[in-house]
């Protein structure tokens, strides 16, 4: 049994932060609609390559069900409204005001329906200086001071490789979600959730700020690892921009480990490199000790060494190395799904991996794939008056 089989999500979410959200309930078993406007979310053409959605689109809107309806119609907003009743949770990010405009904000919704889940991502919040800002994945992490810390010391910030904004709020407020879910299960009643990108992010940097906490300290430098010799960024061979290796070496027996690993056993208790003060004086003569062993071999060889001896190490995976990993092949994280109108896509599966709850990737629906079926179903209505509100445009099924 699916771990959130009983759960029912009407989503209404653009982009990454919201589906993202959406995703993860219902790759745990949730029954999530995403509800999207005739023409489908703009998100379903951003960085396409090919006919139909893009791998974008698709990538963030797995195991749903598709209602296009336009809410900007009396009828097609007050079919919302009739379903609402039959779901268990609500989901939007939408900009700021947006909801408010079309008469979904939570103050109608949760007094028409105490024990409706009502969740809000917004990139600023709902309240405060920024409020009615627009944001998107990298302004929250530079309002964080993420990409403060992130490029070379010398030079401009740099932009960091992944949407940890988008999906790090999406996968957040999942959690947020189960948990006013599981607590409705003792009170019989809803609540209204808010999360902010800008302020997950924040919290992303606890870890690095933790010597320099609080304001009025000096503001964290550009980010390197090299300030705990001899962990640190090592060229491998094949001189290409990924050929690298990075390791963390922090306890004793790890600095034994690399020292025996790289054939220099007698570096361990050598008076420039024995202790981590010492190491960190002589870095850059026991960087090159490390080099000279590593531009001799491939980084998956030294990743493979160094990790059998315990050295913790990886190798710089480059993305398409990513997608051929023998690792993550080995753990079916990559999976062929089938798709209508490509035939066959692939997609990654849920990282979250449950003993006794099983549920098979499904590729995201065609716009409006599941309109008439989702509108039958939830408010009975007849081929005739659903013909009807076709006909108006109040919703689309995809043919």
């Not at 921009?241 to 390791?247: C, F, G, H, S």
């Not at 006794?356 to 009975?380: F, K, M, N, T, Y």
Request: aromatic residues 8%; hydrophobic residues 40%; negative net charge.
């Amino acid at each position: 049994m699916p771990a959130l089989e009983t759960m029912r999500v009407l989503e209404f979410t653009q982009w990454e932060a919201g589906p993202s959200c959406a995703m993860m309930l219902a790759w745990l078993g949730a029954d999530v609609v995403k509800v999207e406007p005739p023409g489908g979310e703009v998100a379903r053409q951003m960085l396409g390559v090919g006919p139909g959605d893009s791998q974008y689109f698709l990538n963030y809107n797995a195991n749903k069900r598709g209602l296009a309806l336009d809410l900007k119609s009396p009828k097609g907003k007050e079919l919302l409204l009739k379903m609402l009743p039959n779901f268990d949770v609500f989901i939007e990010n939408q900009g700021p005001g947006t909801v408010e405009r079309l008469g979904l904000g939570p103050e109608i919704l949760c007094a028409a329906h105490p024990k409706l889940i009502y969740a809000r991502i917004k990139g600023f919040g709902l309240d405060g200086p920024y409020a009615d800002y627009k944001s998107f994945d990298p302004l929250a992490m530079a309002a964080a001071g993420i990409f403060s810390m992130t490029g070379p010391p010398d030079g401009p910030p740099f932009p960091t490789g992944g949407t940890f904004a988008d999906t790090g709020t999406g996968i957040t407020t999942a959690l947020a979600i189960t948990a006013a879910y599981v607590q409705r299960q003792r009170t019989g009643k809803g609540q209204v959730i808010e999360l902010s990108m800008h302020e997950v992010m924040t919290m992303f940097i606890r870890t690095l700020t933790a010597t320099s906490w609080g304001p009025g300290q000096a503001p964290v430098g550009r980010r390197t690892h090299e300030g705990m010799p001899p962990s640190g960024i090592f060229r491998c061979k094949g001189g290409g921009p990924n050929d690298y290796v990075i390791t963390v070496v922090i306890l004793p027996a790890m600095w034994r480990a690399l020292c025996e690993v790289i054939g220099r056993p007698e570096l361990t208790d050598d008076p420039r490199f024995a202790q981590p003060a010492a190491r960190f004086k002589n870095w850059e003569e026991l960087k090159a000790i490390i080099n000279a062993w590593t531009s001799l071999r491939d980084k998956h060889e030294v990743m493979r060494l160094m990790g059998a001896a315990g050295v913790p190490c990886s190798a710089i995976f480059d993305t398409s190395e990513v997608f051929s990993d023998p690792h993550l092949q080995a753990r079916d994280f990559f999976q062929k799904v089938p798709h209508p109108e490509k035939g066959e896509i692939l997609m990654m599966r849920s990282p979250i991996r449950l003993s006794d709850s099983d549920v098979p990737i499904v590729a995201a629906p065609l716009a409006g794939q599941h309109s008439r079926s989702i509108l039958q179903a939830e408010l009975g209505l007849s081929d005739d008056q659903l013909e009807a509100l076709a006909k108006e445009g109040v919703f689309v099924q995809h043919e």
